[in-house]
Nanobody, 115 residues
Framework: QVQLVESGGGLVQTGGSLRLSCAAS????????MGWYRRAPGKQRELVAI???????NYADSVKGRFTISRDKAKNTVYLQMNSLKPEDTAVYYC?????????WGQGTQVTVSS
């Protein structure tokens, strides 16, 4: 089994910053990619950022230039540095891990940006 533990969410004012962390533990053997998704109230879950095992990254257009995804391979941990936050970034953020044919999700962490 694989467990994903997220942390770092919270309440921040417009223009502020937060850093999310997601630590994977358990039967980790070959990670394809780790990433962050979010679900805003009344909307579908969407990709925020992803980083592959080779280090390639991809971002949603709405967060390019403001968010940065990174990882610590030794710790099986992925981070999301979020700067210049906007009220429209308010959502539950979920960590996703792809490993072989399997996909694992974290429990989600709330990010609220006040105007």
């Amino acid at each position: 089994q694989v467990q994903l533990v997220e942390s770092g969410g919270g309440l921040v004012q417009t223009g502020g910053s937060l850093r999310l962390s997601c630590a994977a533990s358990g039967s980790i053997f070959s990670i394809n990619a780790m990433g962050w998704y979010r679900r805003a109230p009344g909307k579908q879950r969407e990709l925020v950022a992803i980083i592959t095992s080779g280090g390639s990254t991809n971002y949603a257009d709405s967060v390019k230039g403001r968010f940065t995804i990174s990882r610590d391979k030794a710790k099986n941990t992925v981070y999301l540095q979020m700067n210049s936050l906007k009220p429209e970034d308010t959502a539950v953020y979920y960590c996703r891990l792809g490993m072989g044919w399997d996909v694992y999700w974290g429990q989600g962490t709330q990010v609220t940006v006040s105007s």
